[in-house]
């Protein structure tokens, strides 16, 4: 290939918009409408740039928060939190309700069974019955958010 085609690419990319205006310029007013009218559309089709990713806060990154808060080692806290999280678990599978003021309540629901569709197929399928555990948030959650 010759010289001029080899980097002919690279200018392209950056070439592109002023041959294409150019264009439009010498084109009469209703052609000249329509590509406007595409590029604007393709814009708003633009995939925007990514936004960061949501950070994963886990019980080891609470734990070393409230160790630095109140004076006690890693370990200790993380202890207490392991000892929370089941203390927590044996209530929901007694069935009691828990209530974390300012946070929301935990409780155990029942779903009975029931006749679902696949939707792929439209085929009924038989879903049996289960026990769900549901998060209703407090108002001081809600409005925080």
């Not at 678990?89 to 679902?116: C, E, F, H, S, Y």
């Amino acid at each position: 290939m010759p010289p001029a085609k080899k980097s002919a690419p690279a200018a392209t990319k950056t070439a592109a918009p002023a041959k294409g205006a150019a264009k439009k310029a010498a084109a009469p007013a209703s052609k000249a409408a329509t590509p406007v009218k595409k590029a604007a559309a393709s814009a708003k089709r633009a995939v925007p740039a990514k936004a960061a990713p949501q950070a994963t806060i886990t019980l080891k990154h609470i734990a070393a928060e409230l160790a630095e808060g109140h004076d006690l080692t890693k370990k200790a806290a993380e202890g207490v939190l392991d000892d929370f999280v089941a203390l927590i678990t044996r209530q929901l599978v007694k069935g009691d309700k828990i209530r974390l003021n300012g946070l929301g309540i935990l409780q155990v629901r029942d779903r009975p069974a029931r006749t679902a569709r696949n939707p792929a197929t439209g085929e009924s399928v038989a879903v049996a019955a289960s026990r769900k555990i549901a998060f209703r948030p407090a108002k001081e959650l809600k409005e925080a958010v």
